[in-house]
């Protein structure tokens, strides 16, 4: 069997392995709210976010093409198939690392820090499309601290129009609101997180010659949806608690400010093709809420944590790659 082919579909294997690990690292971001505040069981959460998270990524495309065409050229990539399954050990490795210790990482920056380290390994950096992969950077800074704002705007909102209504009889409402907001969130989280890997599997098509085009074929979204939801089912309770309770104590009035917030942002990107942290995105609105209702609620030892690890996730990503992609060159 032709060795080309091989890898491709080696890479494929690794593509929908890193989008498993996405399903129970990230969504469990996107449901942690919900569980903390028990408007969800647990198993209805993640029955719900797998759904949820199914149809949209079989909604979207956008964000793949940005992946597929926006970091390196796949037509010039050298050693292309190398690169990109360094990216994707490097990024699974990494993901694994922080779901482990518990720490809501975020799945892009290493995905895209990857990328960006296995080229510039493979090629140096004139390699990197820089207009592309500033415009990604770009918004995954940008994304985070628009979540505070927004999430800090929107429960203060909230807070105004419900100032005299009862405490528990409003929390009672808002919990039933959840449900909706948590279902929001997690499509929202599909149509972003998911296109990811429909991008790199399309980028691995298009270097290795079985594609010149980047429209995405149906079999790689249908396959990734359904990796990501199923890796949604295997749930994520360490990414869960530190999200749903260690930053802040999560009542369903913040729960909901902070679902509607995360999920408009996600959709933001997702409608103007780029790819955002929905980790960032979610953890940054929940710290926008808490500032809001109290700011000396706000565990911020947590989020300083959380903080370093999305700063270090790019370079350290793009390291481990380009160590990666020098040990595989050896072999292929």
Known sequence: ???????????????????FINGFHDTANAIATSVSTKALKPRHAIILAATMNFVGAMTFTGVAKTITKGIVDPFTLPNGSTVILA????????????WYYGIPSSSSHALIGA??????????????????FLKIIEALIISPILAFAVGFLVYSIIKILFKNNNLTKTNKQFRTIQI????????????????????????????????????????????????????????????????GGKIMKIRPVNGVAADLTGAAIIFGATLIHLPVS????????????????????????????MVITWFITLPISATLAGLIYFILNLFM
Request: overall charge positive.
């Open 278 to 305: 929905t980790t960032h995105v979610i953890s940054s609105s929940i710290l926008g809420v808490g500032s809001a209702h109290r700011i000396k609620g706000v565990k911020w030892g947590t989020a300083k944590r």
């Open 180 to 243: 909706a907001t948590a279902a929001l969130q997690s499509y929202s989280h599909g149509t972003n997180d998911a296109q990811k890997a429909m991008g790199i599997i399309t980028l691995a098509l298009m270097t290795n010659g079985f594609t010149k085009s980047d429209d995405i074929q149906l079999w790689v979204q249908l396959s990734c949806a359904i990796a990501m939801g199923l890796g949604t089912s295997i749930g994520g309770w360490k990414i869960i608690k530190t999200v």
């Open 1 to 19: 069997m032709d060795s080309i082919f091989l890898i491709t579909i080696l890479i494929v294997i690794f593509a929908l392995a890193f989008d």
């Open 87 to 98: 990216a994707l050990i490097a990024a699974i490795v990494w993901n694994l690392v922080t």
């Open 115 to 132: 990328i960006a380290g296995a080229a510039i390994a493979a090629a140096g950096f004139s390699e990197i499309k820089w207009g592309g």
